[in-house]
């Protein structure tokens, strides 16, 4: 069992990224966020679980549904919107956006927009670890439609035979944009998979923030053991559509009820109400520095300028 | 001075960058004890520097430069070996979003001190699959910078220069050249990217090739000069950056320009220099510019038919007495 301060720690996370995901989208509704969006509304308890067992010095790489990744991992959520507005202040200066932050202060290694392309990367910096001769770890975030793609299998497969401090954390949010699993996989529970590589495979409820924080424990010890990667599989639902204008009229309104119920931050809160964790006025103490938090990002995010058109000639090379 | 042959002046290069700095290392297929590269570029380096540090990996070519990615964003300086250039196409993701677009995405965040070493080129009938030039694909990325060195000395020089910077480098050699020699010293020497070779000066028109064609030129160049054409052969070494001012001057020079290429003609290679003179010294042109490259097919493998399509020294010296 985590320590009170890990627990209290992972529900403020869930809070920021709940809140911070919020107001994203209130923001687009008034045309402040160009392009598109995707959000982590409901798949929150996965990056805290995960990210709560990682030091600062260890890495994570993202995905498209990144911005929760990055606040899991320590991002400063004023840099974090202002990118995703678009703005000179934000951790890309305006040329990432939200499919593309990276802190390499924190070991954030960046999202990629081009699913299943993190993968070769998270285990590149597992080889790095190996190299460098440091007892670091990697967390490669991905998704469900990823384990589709060849670098799934590539990648995998490589931290398997070098036994690399990997963790593959694969969220299953059941959808592929607007295609389900069933439709795309023969199997249920893509950590089966993992017997293909000779790595252990589990398969955790992805809306519950202790289960993912143990399942995690144990490979990240097993990692900087030298013991080799693990493969997470992470069951969960996004709340809202896959982007921007997604109503996600695909999905069945009994199955999106079924799994509004299992909201991880209720159920979280209540853990940790009943276990004495959190009295109530902690909780809402807790829930209004948070909001604080978001409202002063927004506020930064919104008062920065946007960068300079010709700054868009820069850093195409070192 | 020392003679080595292009294979060696690489071999040396990367062992001495190996020797020099510990975050060098080398990943790809077969490179290792067992197979030392499909062209034997690598022999002796795992028994040198072990097996972690000359790295076999599983046949996963996006998997290969991923990881080198993951690595070169982490404080290794990888160098990656991919066995074929045409197999450049299973890693174009990583090569070319990854790679490519990291430093610039990430607002400059880190840097991508990647090389990635590969042959290109036709010649010794293996047809369609193992013979491609395909430098085009990745001057047309912004991002990577690329390299095509034509003799020993350039490739060893080169490559160092490569492995040291701080960005993606597409480092192309080229199939035909592996056992060619030339002067290599025994210094520590780099060359740097984007200053073109004028081979041999001349005033009646300019050939600018690349890689093995260099040699091809050179040949021509001879063959013209015993006919009274003296004819001017510019390398430019590495495609990016591209030292157009030495194109451009030259051209002002001689108002003739044959580009020799070994890759398609349309949006390749030719096409990029024959736009650059285009718009930039075409008042000075004394002829239409003239492209020998390949056409547009891919790479046969019956000798006659490959013969056919590589350009060579007939199809230049027939090139260049059109222009004059």
């Known amino acids: ?318 | 001075m020392r003679e080595l042959t292009y294979r060696d002046a690489l071999r040396e290069a990367l062992r001495e960058e190996m020797v020099r700095d510990k975050t060098v290392f080398l990943l790809g297929e077969d490179i290792g004890r067992y197979w030392s590269g499909a062209f034997k570029v690598t022999k002796g380096l795992a028994e040198e520097f072990g097996d972690e540090r000359v790295r076999d990996t599983p046949i996963s070519e996006s998997a290969i430069i991923g990881v080198a990615v993951g690595a070169a964003i982490t404080g290794m300086r990888p160098v990656a070996e991919i066995m074929f250039g045409d197999l450049t196409t299973l890693a174009m993701d990583q090569i070319c979003n990854q790679a490519a677009k990291i430093c610039y995405m990430f607002g400059g965040q880190t840097t991508v001190p990647l090389v990635v070493r590969t042959p290109f080129g036709a010649g010794v009938n293996i047809a369609s699959h193992h013979s491609q030039s395909l430098e085009a694909w990745f001057m047309h990325t912004p991002g990577l910078l690329v390299a095509a060195p034509s003799t020993p000395f350039d490739a060893k020089g080169l490559l160092k220069t490569a492995i040291r910077g701080n960005n993606p480098v597409m480092f192309f050699e080229h199939k035909l050249l592996y056992p060619i020699k030339g002067e290599v010293p025994e210094d520590d020497y780099t060359i740097p990217f984007g200053v073109a070779d004028v081979k041999i000066e001349g005033e009646d028109a300019t050939i600018f090739a690349t890689l093995y064609m260099v040699h091809k030129a050179l040949a021509a160049a001879n063959e013209l000069r015993k006919q009274g054409i003296s004819v001017e052969v510019i390398d430019p070494k590495t495609l990016v950056p591209l030292d157009k001012q030495a194109i451009i001057k030259s051209v002002k020079k001689t108002g003739r320009i044959v580009i020799v290429t070994e890759d398609c003609k349309t949006a390749g290679v030719s096409a990029e220099v024959a736009a650059i003179v285009a718009e930039e010294a075409l008042d000075y042109l004394d002829a239409p510019i003239k492209r020998v490259a390949e056409p547009d097919t891919p790479i046969p493998f019956s000798p006659p038919l490959e013969q056919f399509v590589i350009p060579n020294e007939k199809t230049i010296i027939k090139a260049v007495k059109e222009v004059l």
């Not at chain 1, 209290?8 to 392009?35: T, W």
């Not at chain 1, 159920?267 to 940790?272: E, G």
């Not at chain 1, 276990?275 to 990002?297: D, P």
């Open chain 1, 1 to 318: 069992m985590p320590t009170k301060e890990k627990l209290i720690e992972m529900y403020r996370q869930i809070l920021r990224i709940r809140h911070f995901e919020e107001k994203v989208y209130e923001l687009y509704g008034q045309n402040l966020v160009p392009g598109t969006i995707h959000l982590y509304v409901g798949q929150e308890a996965v990056a805290a679980g995960v990210c709560a067992n990682l030091r600062k010095d260890d890495y994570i790489t993202s995905t498209h549904r990144g911005h929760g990744h990055c606040i899991a991992k320590g991002a400063d959520l004023r840099k974090v919107m202002a990118e995703i507005l678009g703005r000179k202040t934000g951790y890309c200066k305006g040329k990432g956006g939200s499919m593309h932050i990276a802190d390499f202060s924190i070991g954030m290694l960046g999202a990629t927009a081009v699913v299943g392309a993190g993968i070769p990367i998270a285990v590149g910096a597992g080889l790095s670890i190996r190299l460098r001769g440091t007892d670091q770890v990697v967390a490669g975030f991905f998704g469900d439609g990823a384990s589709n793609q060849g670098t799934f299998h590539e990648s995998i497969n490589m931290a398997a035979i070098w036994s690399l401090p990997v963790i593959f954390v694969c969220e299953n949010n059941l959808y592929a944009m607007g295609t389900r699993q069933s439709v795309v996989m023969k199997i249920e529970n893509i950590a089966d998979r993992a017997v293909a590589y000779g790595i252990p495979g589990v398969t955790v409820d992805g809306n519950d923030v202790l289960a993912v924080y143990e399942a995690t424990e144990d490979a990240v010890d097993r990692a900087r053991h030298g013991e080799g990667p693990t493969l997470i599989e992470c069951k969960t639902y996004r709340h809202k559509g896959h982007s921007r204008f997604d109503p996600a009229t695909y999905r069945p309104k009994a199955e999106v009820e079924e799994w509004l119920k299992k909201d991880p931050i209720p159920r979280f809160k209540a853990k940790l109400q009943e276990m004495q964790m959190l009295t109530k006025q902690e909780a809402e103490k807790l829930e209004q520095e948070v909001i604080l938090a978001v409202e002063e990002a927004v506020k930064f995010g919104t008062e920065s300028p946007f960068p300079a058109p010709e700054e868009a000639l820069e850093n195409v090379y070192a």
